[in-house]
Structures are given as C-alpha cells and as structure tokens.
Nanobody
Framework: QVQLVESGGGSVQDGGSLRLSCAVS????????MAWFRQAPGKEREGVAA????????YYDDSVKGRFTISRDNAKNTLYLQMSGLKPEDTATYYC??????????????????WGQGTQVTVSS
C-alpha cells in the first residue's frame, strides 16, 4: 500500500520559516519524481516545487523562487520542503505527491499518481 505522510506544518509569523517532510512507503521511492502542492480555501491546488527522481533537477513556481527549497533523501524515502521568508499568501494546506511515467508538467496535478493527506501552514501578518 502506497503511503505519503506529511509533517512539519504549523503557524508562523510573516517572514518565518518552516520545514515540511513527507515520508513515503509502499513503492520504490527513488523511481518517482516528487512534488509539493498547496491549496488555499476556495482556490485550486497549485504546484509549488518539484524534483526529479535522481535529484538532478528541481523546479519552482515563480511565487516561491528564492524562498523555498525542495530536496529529497532517497536513502530515507523522504521528501522535504524548506520554506523561509514566509508570507501570509503562503497560507494553505500543503500536499506531497509522487509521479511516474508521462508528465503533463512537473507542477501539474495530472502528472502525479499518489498524494499525501496534507499538512496545514498558516502565516500571520
């Protein structure tokens, strides 16, 4: 059974930092590209950052470039998202996702086969 479990969310002040983790099990983690998405109330789920299976390439949405860093530890089957310079508009539920095969774009939800349950990030001004 494939499982993705996020952790590390919480409440921070404007300009603060958080580190999200996503522990994966049930499949060969290193064979999948991974990503973080987020969804705010009343909005569509949007891609934040993605990373290839061999960590050779990372891609970021313009809204988080220079503030967020995605990484993965294939030995620990864990995906991370280091977030700094957080802003109130970053408030959302953050989801990790795993994909393999045909990609519709690394930040497109259609590219991903498996999803975590989400972790809440709240940034107050």
């Amino acid at each position: 059974q494939v499982q993705l479990v996020e952790s590390g969310g919480g409440s921070v002040q404007d300009g603060g930092s958080l580190r999200l983790s996503c522990a994966v099990s049930g499949y060969t983690y290193r064979d999948y590209y991974m990503a973080w998405f987020r969804q705010a109330p009343g909005k569509e789920r949007e891609g934040v950052a993605a990373i290839l299976s061999d960590r050779s390439f990372a891609y970021y949405d313009d809204s988080v470039k220079g503030r967020f860093t995605i990484s993965r530890d294939n030995a620990k089957n864990t995906l991370y998202l280091q977030m700094s310079g957080l802003k109130p508009e970053d408030t959302a539920t953050y989801y990790c996702a795993a994909g393999r095969g045909t990609s519709y774009g690394l930040l497109n939800t259609k590219s991903y086969n498996y999803w975590g349950q989400g972790t809440q990030v709240t940034v107050s001004s």
